[in-house]
């Protein structure tokens, strides 16, 4: 089969055109798909002045109560005021391949529980975007993905949990200290069993739990790839794919 099919993604106009079906309008579903941005500790990029500047936060904590978001406040007191005297400001963030989006407006310097925090209304509408070329596919039992990471001139090796073109997840048992959210890590070599080596770099994005609700069994790296060369991703592609083909066979 031609490798070339499975590079096929939408077109720009396509995306556009598709997202109005991602959009979440109902209070309750806004309310769980924000909790899960902060439970995950996902990094959510913040666009102001008209979307020529940006930082770095994360949801602190939702008030339901006082229908209020409060968000992480920036270390340049200089972006803060120019976040805070816009009209509007466009948050995103990705949490395991879903894309979220969502705009506030009217941000106000707060103090919550001791720190300095960013706090706005909860948005009324939230776009929340899983397409195909995203999706991230759990290995199967018995199937052993590794990745190589580099740092400080030593090399370790863990093992993947999910994977997909757009990211990975990883464990970590021992909860290593340079997995900060933000971290990127350059030249990381990832192995997929019969599929070959490549390859890539990495910026983690979250950590969760490998047992949930229990910190202490280690935790789980979420990553994206940043600049992933177009062999790598046509590698990845056909992994996916041979796994999947492999769960229709088990269904039938």
Same mark, same amino acid.
């Given at each position: ?10 077109? +720009? ?124 596919? +759990? ?14 001139? +030593? ?6 949990? &999910? ?8 464990? &970590? ?53 940043? &600049? ?25």
């Amino acid at each position: 089969m031609n490798d070339d099919i499975f590079k096929i993604k939408p077109s +720009k106009s396509a995306e556009i055109e598709d997202d109005s079906k991602y959009i979440i309008n109902a209070h309750n579903e806004i309310m769980q798909k924000l909790r899960m941005l902060q439970k995950s500790k996902c990094l959510i990029t913040a666009y102001f002045d008209d979307d020529k500047q940006s930082m770095l936060t994360a949801i602190i904590d939702i008030l339901p109560a006082k229908n209020m978001l409060l968000l992480d406040y920036g270390p340049d007191e200089a972006d803060n005021k120019a976040l805070m005297s816009g009209a509007m400001v466009t948050l995103k963030s990705q949490l395991a391949g879903v894309t979220a989006r969502f705009s506030v407006r009217n941000v106000k310097k707060a103090r919550y529980q001791g720190q300095t925090v960013f706090a706005c209304k909860v948005p009324d509408s939230l776009l929340w975007v899983q397409r195909r070329d995203t999706y991230r596919i +759990k290995l199967p039992m018995g199937l052993h993905a590794f990745c190589l990471i580099h740092d400080d001139h +030593k090399a370790r090796r863990f093992e993947v949990h &999910d994977i997909s073109v757009g990211g990975m997840a990883f464990d &970590d048992p021992d909860m290593d200290q340079m997995f900060a959210l933000g971290s990127v890590f350059e030249k990381c070599e990832i192995t997929l069993p019969e599929f070959g080596t490549g390859t890539v770099a990495l910026e983690v994005r979250n950590h969760l739990p490998i047992v949930p609700g229990n910190d202490a069994k280690g935790r789980r790296i979420g990553c994206v790839f940043v &600049d992933l060369r177009s062999d790598v991703d046509a590698m990845i592609q056909r992994f996916i794919h041979s796994i999947e083909t492999q769960h229709k066979k088990l269904e039938h």
